[in-house]
């Protein structure tokens, strides 16, 4: 005959001081775990929404980042021309020759930091989807004027409308914030292509070129025609999917990050969780011995006292993950691949959540089940004496 669960639950509130203890343990590392796990999935999702599923990006082949291409004029002139291209209904080719170089900007901290600089020409706000000017104007293409990132203008000293920066000896004055859906874009500056060619002395070519395809599932035989091209020296990816894959690194640390801690803490607590379990057993000894003598088996002991661990260790988790919903939304920023720091909003998801909840549930059956194991074992005349 299996014991009622309101038994257990009424032991846990007349023992509500080491109940607490446990919940408490339980609860700060689901809570870290939860807000690292969000941290990781933040990054991930500012990555992976960055670009179109309709574009593709050409890269130097064999190069990882941006910053490692180099597209020459004549490559990229003959693929931008490609029929496969889209066009606008007035004949615009939408391709988009871009120069990609690293600035070093003060946070406003006071700590100086990589950022990533983008030439484009005009063509570029149309080919990238979803990406506005919420602030003052786009630049004018010739003259030393750039626009920057939403985050980007959150997190930096003297990133607003009208303030100037330095860069290669050149003063550019910032005429417009642009956004783009919280992806990495917005940790970017934008400035006429070929003001910075000039400045930066990038006049040979361009790091990548991207362009709209008139239908993406062209885009794997456009690349495989690149790679073919000993002309060319060019890949083909998918924009999203480019962009994605550079989050790959900085996302799997994090989230290692993030099983470390919990595997450190997780031990602590599966302990604390046992050491609490074993102390009820102690405490109850005669009622163990006594629920014997009433005919509850040692399977309705062992079961019950596994029930009430992980009853506790379920109450913990919640707490836990309740402890961590106010980080949701909370921005940060991390270095990606290209050397470059990306700002974003930690992301707490349904999944942080459920891992969250299961790891509590077995930190809660593996700190109750050796304790339940003695209690089972207890012979009822040893019990009744105690």
Known sequence: MP???????????????????????????????????AMANGFRTALAATGSLDNAIVTQQGSGTELTSGIALEAAQALMTDSRVLRTPDGQLLASPELVVIGSFPRKDGQDVNVSVRGVTPIAFTVRQGIRIAEGRQMQPGLYEIVV???????????????????????????????????????????????????????????????????????????????????MKAQAVQERKYYADQSGS???????????????????????????????VAARTR?????????????????SFVLESAFLAAVGGAIGCVLALPFNGITSAAGGDN???????????????????????????????????????????AALRD
Do not use: C, H
């Open 339 to 381: 050397f470059a720091e990306i700002a974003f909003a930690f992301r707490i998801s349904t999944e942080s959540v459920v891992l969250g909840m299961v790891l509590a549930l077995l930190m809660g059956v593996a700190g109750g089940l050796l304790p339940a194991v003695r209690a089972a074992r207890l012979p009822i005349t």
């Open 149 to 231: 990132g939403r985050a980007l203008q959150r997190r930096m000293a003297g990133m607003d409308v009208g303030k100037t920066l330095k860069m290669q000896r050149k003063t550019w004055t910032i005429v417009g914030i642009f956004e783009a859906g919280g992806s990495g874009f917005e940790s970017e500056v934008w400035g006429d292509l070929d003001a910075m060619a000039a400045a930066f002395n990038r006049r040979g070519g361009y790091q990548s070129v991207t362009v709209r395809m008139a239908d993406a599932a062209t885009i794997r035989a456009f690349d495989a025609d690149l790679r073919r091209d000993p002309r």
């Open 287 to 303: 009622e163990i011995g006594t629920l014997r003598a009433l005919g509850f088996s040692k399977a309705a002991i062992l079961t």
């Open 250 to 280: 900085v996302a799997g640390q994090l989230q290692g990050l993030a099983v470390f801690v919990a595997v450190v803490m997780g031990v602590g607590a599966v302990f604390g969780a046992m050491n609490t379990m074993y102390a009820i």
């Open 3 to 37: 014991l009622p669960l309101s038994y257990n639950i009424r032991s846990l509130i007349v023992r509500g001081r080491v109940t607490l203890l446990a919940v408490v343990g339980i609860a700060l590392v689901i809570a870290v775990l939860v807000v690292l796990t």
